[in-house]
Antibody, heavy 119, light 109 residues
């Protein structure tokens, strides 16, 4: 069974750093792209970027380029999304999901990680 | 404003057929597959339709998708109370990024 399990909710202050994770199981983690999607409170889904764990090839949406870093550790089948300096506007639910293939969209989703940034 | 345009809301009564539209452009819907996701309150999105009109295992055949040119639509027949959710269309864009519609909130009256 394909599963993506994300790390737990986080509460951070503005300016702090953060790294959240997404662990895949039940399939060949290095053979599928992983995508990250943001959902701000009461809003829709936004595409952030994708990574291919096999070789760490990473593609960012222009809106998120330079704002976050996507990485992966294939030895532990885990992808990451990180911030170096959080802002209040980063408060959102973040989902990881598996791409069917490059040029296609997402099939299996993680449960989401709620990130709250507040002073 | 999303590049893929959906109506913000839709509604229907139990048993009715409801359709949700999604409009894009030649660089996304016009040249790539369309996908539909269902997001029930407080849960992660779930794949409902892939490759324009294919249903993953376990998705009832009450749900169907279609695409024509740069537009697509999701149809739900035999509407049920548990179909009340947010629905998102999505497509790959030739700029090498995925795109989502703004979402449609479906209310079952």
């Amino acid at each position: 069974e394909v599963q993506l399990v994300q790390s737990g909710a986080e509460v951070k202050k503005p300016g702090e750093s953060l790294k959240i994770s997404c662990k895949g199981s039940g399939y060949s983690f290095t053979s599928y792209w992983i995508g990250w999607v943001r959902q701000m409170p009461g809003k829709g889904l936004e595409w952030m970027g994708i990574i291919y764990p096999g070789d760490s090839d990473t593609r960012y949406s222009p809106s998120f380029q330079g704002q976050v870093t996507i990485s992966a550790d294939k030895s532990i089948s885990t992808a990451y999304l990180q911030w170096s300096s959080l802002k209040a506007s980063d408060t959102a639910m973040y989902y990881c999901a598996r791409l069917i293939s490059l040029g296609e969209l997402l099939d299996y989703w993680g449960q989401g990680t709620l990130v709250t940034v507040s002073s | 404003q999303s590049v893929l345009t959906q109506p913000p809301s839709a509604s229907g009564t139990p048993g009715q057929r409801v359709t949700i539209s999604c409009s894009g452009s030649s660089s996304n819907i016009g040249s790539n597959y369309v996908y539909w996701y269902q997001q029930l309150p407080g849960t992660a999105p779930k794949l409902l339709i892939y490759r324009n009109n294919q249903r993953p295992s376990g998705v009832p055949d009450r749900f169907s998708g279609s695409k024509s040119g740069t537009s697509a639509s999701l149809a739900i027949s035999g509407l049920r109370s548990e179909d009340e959710a947010d629905y998102y269309c999505a497509a790959w864009d030739d700029s090498l990024s995925g795109l989502f519609g703004g979402g449609t909130k479906l209310t079952v009256l």
